[in-house]
């Protein structure tokens, strides 16, 4: 597409997301490829930290090695499936900080209604990853990152399984400065403000609830 939207298309993630979007796949199964996926995003998203190095003494001799460069990053979770991105991606990054939005999508208007918002300290100095499965209006996700702006964010990156070209156009309308990296841009959404062909509701999915 552009540099606003980068889809990894990766065989793995591909392969992956096809089992995820099949609907006789099971909540175990859906969970831990979800698992997996967000570790090959993980990798993904953070290619471009910055490096330094540190002097360091191997059993052969002295170096100068490359290390992360600055404040540990923060990943926020929009609430509640953004969970299932998260808990892949910190198992690569166990150091990073982590912060939670609670966002539902109010069914009639599709209009998101905040219910919590906890994130770490220092948030202008971190590089910021927002994770949510699904892009769909961007209702949700702009209001996240606008909140996140307020509470200092800069540099902030949105991560996603799936987007609609509706929710990607609402995020370049509102936040034109916050990337997005996803596993696929899929086709629409229906009347429902379900992503189609999609994989259905990611929370319920995940955890098992309809
Ligand atoms: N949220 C979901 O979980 N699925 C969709 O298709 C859209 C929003």
């Given at each position: 597409m552009d540099e606003f939207v980068t889809v990894v298309n990766h065989p793995l993630v591909q392969h992956k997301l096809t089992i995820m979007r099949?609907?006789?796949?099971?909540t175990a199964e859906f969970r831990q490829l979800l698992r997996e996926i967000s570790l090959l995003l993980a990798y993904e998203v953070t290619r471009g930290l910055e490096l330094t190095t540190k002097r360091i003494e191997t059993p052969i001799c002295e170096m100068d090695a490359p290390t992360l460069e600055g404040k540990k990053l923060a990943l926020i979770s929009i609430l509640r499936a953004g969970n299932g991105l998260l808990d892949g991606i910190l198992e690569l990054i166990p150091a990073a900080r982590v912060g939670f939005v609670g966002m539902y999508r109010d069914?009639?208007?599709l209009q998101p209604v905040q219910y919590y918002c906890k994130v770490p300290p220092l948030l202008d100095e971190r590089m910021v990853i927002v994770v949510d499965p699904m892009l769909a209006t961007g209702n949700s996700s702009a209001a996240a990152v606008r909140l996140l702006k307020e509470q200092g964010a800069k540099n902030i990156l949105f991560l996603c399984l799936l987007a609609a070209p509706e929710g990607i156009a609402h995020m370049r309308a509102e936040h034109p400065d916050v990337p997005i990296v996803t596993a696929s841009i899929d086709e629409k959404l229906n009347d429902?403000?379900?992503?189609?062909?999609?994989?259905?509701?990611a929370g319920d999915r995940m955890f098992g609830t309809k």
């Open positions: 099949e609907k006789q796949t099971s069914p009639e208007t429902h403000g379900y992503i189609v062909p999609g994989l259905g509701d």
